[in-house]
Structures are given as structure tokens and as C-alpha cells.
């Protein structure tokens, strides 16, 4: 494996998804207690692509795409040139217990430790997963995390019980600004006691799923806003891994004008709802996101002045994979550096 | 003309106000708050709603347990078209990032409630 030093790093893959090779493996990391315990495996169930969920990159025979470290290594830094990747691992959904729910974390981050970020000069950095439902387990499993270097940020669930302002929720952004840690919110994998992906019930159609579920991000953004999560927590950065940065400045337009006609009802979020963005706010790219013309996507990125909070991410192995030259070619020439990596070395301080 | 006859001092208590239809491009609004007179343009600098039509209020701000606490009751007009929040005394917004609209100067003189619009609130202040 060959090695780097941090002032090379140049390409940063925010967000890759390592998984088990078997979805019983994760028993072997499981507190004692929870051995016997059945929960969801790691393929969404409810919503699934025609020609499956991950890239043909990724495919190989008798192997679960992303379970390989050695085919990853390759597949990201060896054939795309990336310096550094973030591994973002999925979870299995709310659990109604929730304590099985901070168990899978655990096993989950105990897993990825010692099979993932452990070596000589590893460029994989971690995700402690925690379980938002339950705030006593999350804040313990960030405490046995937090002062290893090798783990970069917290990583939760898009699916909630609550909007992300909730009260419910403040401990633990508290701990995650309190060590520094970014929080990213991605989409969980297998499904437990779950959702609807959308405002408005379950689409037919994967097509539905893959297109607009990664909305949901801006039901959390606007209450941690609102609910003046960042007013009290001005470390506190929130990564958005799925993304939504395309969408996002229409939707800041709207809250930014009811804002300032109700805030009133909202004194706790002091200033302008997209004043936050730029301090407290990131989002992963995403292939799937954007106008398809790349001409127009370089005028749509930059009238939106949304380059400063975008992270690249290659979601790797899912089918949705943007190998890093692909989103090179769709951005202005001035904002490659940042996007493909200067901007995740400044909020991961990866150097 | 720059100066406009408001009212007598003792017709025109704290907590009240009036608009003066003549002065100014869209008439100016006149407040009493605590003794003091304030004028201000009956022109939102938003979308130009009568602005001196809205309601006389307070506003909030957080509490140290982000309770929600009354403040400044008296001294915030509501626009009545979109409920932007200005503070009478300075013209200027609520809220971040600040807009402002026009203020007068107001004197008394004798018994008489004299509006001036050709200085603003800050200059006769200075």
C-alpha cells in the first residue's frame, strides 16, 4: 500500500460506503447481550434499483460490493487518484429498541476500527455511527471514539424521529462540537422502524426514491436553524452526505422570507436562516443532482454560490458513482481544488 | 413646506399615533412612545405597504433557557402586508440584514406637535 504524507492531499472522497461481507458478520462485533437479537440486513428492502444497487466498478463474483478493503483501495485510490476517502458506513435504520439501535453502532465502528482504518499509512478515515434515538448510547459511543484521530466525524441517520433542532438531539451536537467532530446525515441502509421517504408517503417506484428522498435533509437544516441549534453551537458543522446542495438556495430563499415575517415565534435563531450556511453547513456532490447539460451545471453551481459548501463524495460503490475527473469536468476550473478536496481538509483538518 | 402641525401635546397621549396624509410622498406617520415623538415615511421599504396602518407591538428575544421573552412592547410597528418588524424610533428592522425606512424629525412648540421632514430623526437627535 503505498503511503502519503497529508500536504499531498489532493482529492478527498467524502463519502464511501464500506460494508460487511455478510450481514450476520456484524454478530462477531456485537455486545454479548445482542448476539441472538434480529434486526434488518444492510440492502434497503422497500427500494431497490433494476440492475442493483451498486456501480459495475464494483461488482465481483461471490463478493458483496464495498466489503473488500483491498478492492477498494484499489478501485478509489489506486484507479481514480484519490488521496484520502471519509468511510461513511450505513446502518441498519431505527431500531424500536433503541439500545439495539446504539449495539449495531457499536458493532459498527468496532468493525470498521479494526478492519478499515487500522495499517501503516491508511487513507481511510472513520464515521462514529451513533443511534439519535438514543442519547445516553450516542454520547457514550463518541466518547470511546473522539480522541482517535482515525475517526473524523459523527454519522447519523437522514430518517428521525424528530426534526435535528429538537431538544432531544442537543446533547449530542453538543458533543460533536465540544470534540470538534462535523455530523454527517446520510440515508440509512436497511430499513428498521422507518419512514416514509417522502412529505407525502411512499412512491411506487424507485425512480421516486432515488430522485427525491435525499430531500428530507432540509426538514432538519431548517429546524436546526430555526431552532437555534448553530446560535447556541457556532462550531458545530453539519454535513449533508447524500446531498441536496443543487435544491438548496430556493429552499433558503423561502425560509429566509417567512423568516423575517415570524421570527418573532423564533427569537433563539438570531440572524438571517443562509447567514449559517457558510459557517455551519456542507454537502457531499452527487451524480445525480444538477442540470444534465454540464455547460449549464457550471452557471446553475454558480448562481446558486454553492461551490463553498460542497464537499466531493463518490458513493462509492453505489451505482451512483462519480469517479473524481467526472466531477472535475462539471466545474468552473477556480473552484476544483475546493470542491475536490481543499474544502474536506479544512473541515475534516486533515491538514 | 417642511413643516406640518401634528396635534396638541395633550391630544395625543403615550401609546398613540397619527398620520399626517400631507407630508412626504405617502404621508408620515407620527408616535408617541413614552413621551417622546417619533416619525417615520408610511412607506415599507419592502413591496411600499402603508406601512402606519400595522400594528403597534413588541417583539421577543431569547431567554437564557431559550425561553421566549417580551420586549420593547410599544416601540416595533408590524408591517400589515408582511408583518416585517421595524423599531419606530430608529426606522430600521428587526432583524438582520437591516433595513431601514425614512424618519423625521418632530418638535413640540408651545402646546403644537410640529413635524419636520426636512430633517430626519438622526439629525435632529445629533
Known amino acids: 500500500m503505498s503511503t502519503s504524507t497529508e500536504t499531498d492531499v489532493r482529492v478527498v472522497d467524502a463519502v464511501v460506503y464500506p460494508s460487511f461481507a455478510q450481514d450476520d458478520d456484524i454478530v462477531d462485533y456485537l455486545p454479548e447481550a445482542y448476539r441472538l437479537r434480529g434486526f434488518p440486513g444492510q440492502t434497503r428492502y422497500y427500494y431497490s434499483r433494476y440492475e442493483g444497487e451498486f456501480h459495475d466498478d464494483a461488482y465481483r463474483e461471490g463478493e458483496r460490493p464495498g466489503s473488500n478493503r483491498d478492492r477498494v483501495e484499489e478501485a478509489i485510490f489506486g484507479e481514480r487518484g484519490v488521496d484520502l476517502a471519509i468511510l461513511l458506513p450505513l446502518t441498519r435504520g431505527l431500531m424500536a429498541d433503541r439500545r439495539l439501535g446504539s449495539a449495531i453502532c457499536t458493532a459498527t465502528n468496532a468493525w470498521l476500527s479494526e478492519q478499515w482504518l487500522d495499517g501503516e499509512g491508511c487513507r481511510f478515515r472513520g464515521s462514529i455511527r451513533v443511534d439519535t434515538d438514543d442519547v445516553e448510547g450516542a454520547l457514550a459511543e463518541i466518547e470511546r471514539w473522539a480522541q482517535d484521530p482515525r475517526m473524523v466525524q459523527i454519522a447519523v441517520p437522514l430518517e428521525a424521529l424528530h426534526p435535528y433542532g429538537h431538544p432531544a438531539y442537543l446533547a449530542i451536537w453538543t458533543a460533536a462540537a465540544n470534540h470538534g467532530l462535523p455530523v454527517a446525515v446520510h440515508s440509512d441502509g436497511g430499513a428498521g422502524v422507518d419512514f416514509a421517504p417522502t412529505g407525502t408517503g411512499y412512491p411506487r417506484h424507485y425512480v421516486e426514491f432515488a430522485s427525491l428522498q435525499s430531500l428530507r435533509f432540509f426538514y432538519h437544516l431548517a429546524s436546526l436553524i430555526t431552532e437555534g441549534v448553530f446560535d447556541r453551537l457556532p462550531e458545530l458543522r453539519f454535513v449533508f452526505a447524500d446531498g441536496g446542495a443543487d435544491i438548496l438556495p430556493p429552499l433558503m430563499w423561502r425560509l429566509d422570507s417567512a423568516w423575517r415575517q415570524s421570527r418573532s415565534q423564533s427569537p433563539e435563531n438570531r440572524h438571517l436562516p443562509s447567514s449559517y450556511l457558510a459557517a455551519n453547513v456542507r454537502f457531499a456532490t452527487s451524480r445525480l443532482e444538477g442540470p444534465l447539460e454540464h455547460g449549464l451545471e457550471k452557471e446553475w453551481t454558480q448562481t446558486m454560490e454553492s461551490y463553498d459548501y460542497l464537499l466531493y463524495g463518490s458513493h462509492y460503490p453505489h451505482w451512483s458513482f462519480e469517479p473524481p475527473e467526472h466531477r472535475a469536468a462539471r466545474l468552473a476550473p477556480g473552484k476544483r481544488d475546493g470542491v475536490l478536496g481543499g474544502h474536506a481538509k479544512q473541515l475534516y483538518r486533515l491538514s | ?126
Open chain 2, 1 to 126: 413646506m417642511a413643516e406640518y402641525f401634528v396635534g396638541k401635546v395633550d391630544e395625543f397621549p403615550p401609546g398613540t399615533s397619527r398620520l399626517v396624509p400631507e407630508a412626504g410622498k405617502f404621508g408620515v406617520g407620527v408616535f408617541n412612545i413614552g413621551g417622546e415623538y417619533y416619525a417615520i415615511a408610511n412607506y415599507c421599504p419592502h413591496q411600499g405597504a402603508p406601512l402606519c396602518v400595522g400594528h403597534i407591538t413588541g417583539t421577543t428575544a431569547a431567554g437564557a433557557h431559550n425561553d421566549v421573552l417580551w420586549q420593547r412592547d410599544g416601540e416595533i410597528l408590524r408591517c400589515p402586508w408582511h408583518s416585517w418588524e421595524f423599531d419606530i424610533k430608529t426606522g430600521k428592522t428587526v432583524f438582520e440584514p437591516t433595513e431601514r425606512i425614512r424618519t423625521y424629525a418632530v418638535r413640540v412648540r408651545g402646546d403644537d406637535i410640529i413635524l419636520d421632514t426636512a430633517r430626519s430623526a438622526l439629525e435632529q437627535a445629533a
